[in-house]
């Protein structure tokens, strides 16, 4: 009998690249709605579509290159816990590319361009999401969130 493992799709099915900045908006948090029919919040600067999509399992990891990153990816795992019927891990600090499916990397020109930036990039095999600084890292999480 074929057994069944329980994943989650983030969506949209659709890759996308965000390169944003903490925009003051009112609405309610509904964000704002993009071209591809998803609302984000923090509103993006840009959004440019690929092909692919990523599919949270449970032996997806989360990693940081950057010890100032841990506590976003503290929030993330347990945004991620709150919502499926596992919680990913959360590897060690690791080198300068990064550890896990889900990286959150510290990205040098996106600090130069203020604390709020940051781009996040879905992919087949893994999330990306560099920042210059923990607030550019929160805000990142929140979009994915």
């Known amino acids: 009998m074929p057994t069944c493992k329980r994943a989650f799709l983030l969506r949209p099915r659709t890759a996308i690249f965000i390169l944003a900045a903490l925009i003051p908006f009112?609405?309610?948090?509904?964000?704002?709605?993009?071209?591809?029919?998803?609302?984000l919040i923090p509103i993006p600067v840009d959004?440019?579509?690929?092909?692919?999509?990523?599919i949270i399992t449970p032996s997806t990891v989360i990693g940081v290159n950057d010890a100032a990153a841990e506590p976003a990816a503290r929030i993330l795992r347990q945004v991620l816990g709150d919502v499926m019927p596992f919680t990913p891990s959360l590897a060690a600090t690791g080198g300068s590319d990064g550890t896990?499916?889900?990286?959150?990397?510290?990205?040098?020109?996106?600090?130069?361009?203020?604390?709020?930036?940051?781009?996040?990039?879905?992919?087949?095999?893994?999330?990306?999401?560099?920042?210059?600084?923990?607030?550019?890292?929160?805000?990142?999480?929140?979009?994915?969130?």
């Open 47 to 54: 959004v440019k579509p690929a092909a692919g999509h990523f």
């Open 100 to 145: 896990g499916d889900i990286q959150l990397v510290h990205d040098a020109e996106l600090a130069r361009q203020g604390p709020e930036h940051y781009r996040l990039e879905i992919g087949a095999d893994a999330i990306t999401l560099g920042a210059g600084g923990a607030a550019g890292w929160l805000n990142g999480v929140q979009t994915l969130r």
């Open 26 to 39: 009112s609405g309610g948090g509904t964000g704002v709605q993009t071209d591809l029919g998803i609302q």
